[in-house]
């Protein structure tokens, strides 16, 4: 092989790692229902009873990492995680809307400069299906029971 082969063989490579990357599907809700969500995260299937989202990734929403509670509610560093690589957050609030969201919360999500939603989960899951859709940036945290 010469010179000028391996370098070409070497560019087409990085062509196609760089298509692989940019085809990388974002997570998506493909169903909820009380004590359960399934994400379709780049064609694998998770369960989640409470779950994180974001653009590249998905994860168990873990409340004891935090010591979130349903008072006084989603914690900033619920989200810390993923919050430089979304302009949007959404926050829900339980499928009975038990779940509180503090003032400070949504202050640090503003101070950040992030577009902010705070709602019942089945609510809060089409939104963030319907945005992730256009092709917005989108980050979440989905409690499935109250």
């Known amino acids: 092989m010469k010179i000028n082969q391996?370098?070409?063989?070497k560019n087409v490579l990085s062509i196609m790692c760089v298509m692989v990357l940019s085809v990388q599907a974002v997570p998506r809700i493909e169903f909820i229902k009380w004590g359960k969500i399934i994400v379709d995260n780049n064609n694998k299937k998770y369960t989640y009873k409470d779950v994180k989202l974001w653009?590249?990734?998905?994860?168990?929403w873990d409340w004891r990492e935090t010591k979130t509670q349903h008072i006084?509610?989603?914690q900033v560093?619920?989200?810390?995680e993923f919050?430089?690589?979304?302009d949007?957050?959404?926050?829900?609030r339980g499928m009975q809307n038990v779940l509180k969201v503090p003032q400070e919360t949504i202050q640090y999500a503003k101070e950040k400069g992030k577009e902010y939603h705070v709602g019942e989960t089945r609510e809060m899951v089409k939104l963030y299906n319907t945005l992730v859709n256009q092709g917005?940036?989108?980050g979440g945290l989905f409690h499935s029971t109250c």
């Open 72 to 74: 006084p509610g989603i």
């Open 55 to 60: 653009p590249t990734g998905s994860r168990v």
């Open 83 to 86: 919050i430089n690589l979304v």
């Open 136 to 138: 917005k940036k989108v």
């Open 6 to 9: 391996i370098i070409y063989t």
């Open 88 to 92: 949007i957050i959404i926050l829900t």
């Open 77 to 80: 560093a619920d989200f810390l």
